[in-house]
């Protein structure tokens, strides 16, 4: 079994959160782990989530990556969204800078707004940033197609939470697939045909597979196995786009 990272988020090392806050854009944003935590943060009186879940910057936080020395996975924006239409291009941009500085690590950029996201495909996409977009159903995937206009080193999925089948999941052009059940208060099912369907598709593309969970209320005692082990593949880091 895989290490578990931060906020039970086992494929990354740790996460760095430049912007805080969020604003719902489709179904799987119904019940934001992000939201919750914001709020329950905000109420304990932690000073970063003064504004609760309101898109806030935070440019003190831009140096920080460059004070960790030890080579690391970098989850961006955990509690909010780089993308989010609320935050500047220019601060993206320094964020962007940030990253390019701190190149002994890996970043890794997830996103539902997509479309945002590919506008800044010309920019001197940074080397190390991998760049990903959440898809949660079949009627989401016009997602990937601009995903696939990144010029990342990494382009990857996160089918979390997972709300229905995916269909014809077109992979071209991606280099690894997560996929999760949704966990916590009213957490909605994900069907294992779902998964498998997914699952088989990477493995005939040969594109790593890495199931994080199962989910619903009780997510850990629901365990993360899919026929009888766990699928923690992750692409090379040093893999370059194709």
């Excluded at 239409?85 to 500085?101: M, N």
């Excluded at 995916?166 to 069907?191: F, Q, T």
């Amino acid at each position: 079994m895989s290490k578990q990272g931060p906020h039970g988020i086992s494929w990354t090392d740790r996460t760095w959160n430049p912007t805080t806050g969020c604003t719902k854009v489709s179904d799987g944003c119904a019940n934001c782990y992000a939201e919750r935590m914001a709020k329950r943060l905000q109420a304990m009186g932690c000073a970063k989530y003064r504004n609760g879940f309101k898109v806030t910057l935070h440019p003190e936080t831009l140096e920080e990556p460059l004070h960790w020395k030890k080579p690391q996975r970098v989850f961006v924006d955990s509690m909010g969204d780089l993308f989010h239409e609320a935050v500047p291009t220019g601060f993206v941009h320094s964020a962007f800078d940030a990253i390019r500085r701190a190149n002994r690590h890996v970043f890794q950029v997830l996103t539902k707004r997509a479309i945002r996201m590919s506008g800044f495909a010309a920019d001197d996409w940074p080397v190390n940033l991998w760049a990903g977009v959440t898809v949660e159903d079949a009627q989401t995937q016009e997602r990937v197609n601009y995903l696939r206009l990144i010029p990342a080193p990494v382009r990857f999925l996160s089918l979390e939470p997972l709300l229905g089948p995916m269909g014809d999941l077109n992979l071209e052009g991606i280099h690894w697939v997560i996929v999760g059940g949704e966990s916590g208060p009213g957490a909605r099912p994900m069907k294992m045909e779902w998964v498998r369907e997914i699952r088989d598709k990477c493995v005939v593309a040969q594109v790593p597979f890495f199931f994080k969970q199962w989910g619903g209320v009780r997510r850990r005692a629901a365990g993360r196995e899919l026929d009888g082990r766990t699928w923690d593949e992750m692409p090379d880091q040093r893999e370059v786009t194709a």
